[in-house]
C-alpha cells in the first residue's frame, strides 16, 4: 500500500493503486501490465450513463469518485483517461489517442473509442482499460505486422 505522505501524488490516484494491489515496481513495464490487468479486474465497463444522456464529467476527482470510489462502471473515454491520468502521474510518456472499433468490418468506422498511447522502451503500445470483455489484458505494441491472441480474441493495430 502507498504511503500517501511519501509521495506528491494526487489523493484519488493513490486511493486508486491501493485498490489494485499491484507487486511490480513503478516505472517498471511489468507495473504498467499489472496496472491494465488489475484494473480490469476490478473496475466494471458500463455504457448505461452515457446511453442514457448523464452528463459524465472527465475531470480527473468527479473521474475517480464516479468510477473508482463509487463503483459506477464507465466506458471507454472514462476509463481509459482514468489510465491515462495514473501514468502520466507517475511519470510514463503517455498520450491519449481516439481509435475506431472495427467490429462490423466496416473501414470507415469514425474514430468514437479513446486509447492511451504508451512509450516505453522505444517502442508504442497501446493501453486498453475501455472496452469491456473485449479488452486486450496486456500491452498491446502498435506493430501493424503482428496480430496479438489472447483466448478467442485476436487484436491487431492498423
Same mark, same amino acid.
Given at each position: 500500500?502507498? +504511503?500517501? $505522505?511519501?509521495?506528491?501524488?494526487?489523493?484519488?490516484?493513490?486511493?486508486?493503486?491501493?485498490?489494485?494491489?499491484?507487486?511490480?515496481?513503478?516505472?517498471?513495464?511489468?507495473?504498467?501490465?499489472?496496472?491494465?490487468?488489475?484494473?480490469?479486474?476490478?473496475?466494471?465497463?458500463?455504457?448505461?450513463?452515457?446511453?442514457?444522456?448523464?452528463?459524465?464529467?472527465?475531470?480527473?476527482?468527479?473521474?475517480? +469518485?464516479?468510477?473508482?470510489?463509487?463503483?459506477?462502471?464507465?466506458?471507454?473515454?472514462?476509463?481509459?483517461?482514468?489510465?491515462?491520468?495514473?501514468?502520466?502521474?507517475?511519470?510514463? +510518456?503517455?498520450?491519449?489517442?481516439?481509435?475506431?472499433?472495427?467490429?462490423?468490418?466496416?473501414?470507415?468506422?469514425? $474514430?468514437?473509442? $479513446?486509447?492511451?498511447?504508451?512509450?516505453?522502451?522505444?517502442?508504442?503500445?497501446?493501453?486498453?482499460?475501455?472496452?469491456?470483455?473485449?479488452?486486450?489484458?496486456?500491452?498491446?505494441?502498435?506493430?501493424?505486422?503482428?496480430?496479438?491472441?489472447?483466448?478467442?480474441?485476436?487484436?491487431?493495430?492498423?
Amino acid at each position: 500500500m502507498l +504511503d500517501i $505522505r511519501a509521495t506528491s501524488l494526487a489523493p484519488h490516484i493513490v486511493h486508486y493503486l491501493n485498490a489494485l494491489n499491484i507487486t511490480a515496481p513503478m516505472g517498471s513495464f511489468e507495473f504498467v501490465a499489472q496496472l491494465q490487468r488489475q484494473h480490469l479486474a476490478t473496475f466494471s465497463f458500463s455504457s448505461i450513463n452515457a446511453m442514457q444522456g448523464v452528463y459524465l464529467s472527465l475531470e480527473a476527482e468527479a473521474l475517480f +469518485d464516479r468510477v473508482i470510489n463509487k463503483r459506477q462502471g464507465g466506458y471507454c473515454f472514462e476509463h481509459n483517461r482514468i489510465m491515462y491520468l495514473v501514468l502520466q502521474a507517475l511519470g510514463y +510518456d503517455v498520450r491519449p489517442a481516439l481509435a475506431r472499433v472495427m467490429l462490423n468490418g466496416k473501414i470507415d468506422n469514425p $474514430r468514437t473509442h $479513446r486509447v492511451t498511447l504508451l512509450k516505453f522502451a522505444d517502442k508504442t503500445y497501446t493501453i486498453e482499460v475501455g472496452f469491456g470483455v473485449k479488452s486486450p489484458v496486456f500491452p498491446i505494441e502498435v506493430d501493424q505486422s503482428t496480430v496479438f491472441n489472447e483466448g478467442r480474441n485476436q487484436y491487431q493495430v492498423e
